[in-house]
């Protein structure tokens, strides 16, 4: 689902989640949406193998490093290393998706089980491809508006064209 962006006066074509933009409370774990609502950027994880490291508050995203995606564990909706025997996502992947990753304050750091881990802005596959319910940008806008994100910068993903309240 192809759709933009707007940034310091600009606008950027991005993607997101296969099963569209819900509400809040419609969120669910594994169901490919993208949730509404004005989020947080809680983190900044990069590759420091393949790019230099994109701001200060930067941490780099090691070998080890996963999300956990298992609703029944305690850790959910939480980074956590390897080895980690519960359902998870690998943080380190052989492409380059997660060589920049915002991580948004989506269901965090308290957890509803169930409610969706892992919202992140990520690097697209390719031009409107969907992401699992994360918001995706190219490799260069996504690199041209990370150094300049500040503390209070939000991502607002709107429903049905409303903004939602900040």
Not at 23 to 47: F, N, Q, S
Not at 63 to 85: C, F, I, K, Q
Not at 86 to 96: F, I, K, Q, V, Y
Request: aromatic share 10%; hydrophobic share 40%; net charge positive.
């Amino acid at each position: 689902m192809p759709t933009g962006a707007r940034f310091l006066g600009r606008r950027f074509p991005c993607t997101l989640g296969r099963g569209g933009v819900v509400a809040p409370g419609r969120k669910r774990e594994g169901d490919g949406a993208t949730p509404a609502g004005v989020h947080r950027i809680v983190g900044l994880l990069y590759r420091p193998d393949r790019i230099a490291r994109p701001a200060d508050w930067a941490l780099p995203i090691g070998p080890g490093d996963l999300w956990s995606d298992d609703a029944g564990h305690e850790d959910y909706n939480l980074m956590v290393r390897a080895p980690y025997p519960h359902s998870h996502e690998r943080l380190r992947r052989a492409d380059p998706m997660y060589d920049i990753v915002l991580v948004l304050g989506w269901n965090w750091p308290q957890a509803v089980r169930g409610r969706g881990s892992a919202i992140f802005v990520h690097q697209w596959r390719r031009p409107g491809a969907p992401t699992a319910g994360c918001v995706a940008f190219s490799r260069a806008d996504l690199h041209w508006i990370v150094p300049r994100i500040g503390f209070e910068t939000r991502v607002i993903v709107p429903l049905h064209g409303r903004v939602p309240e900040a």
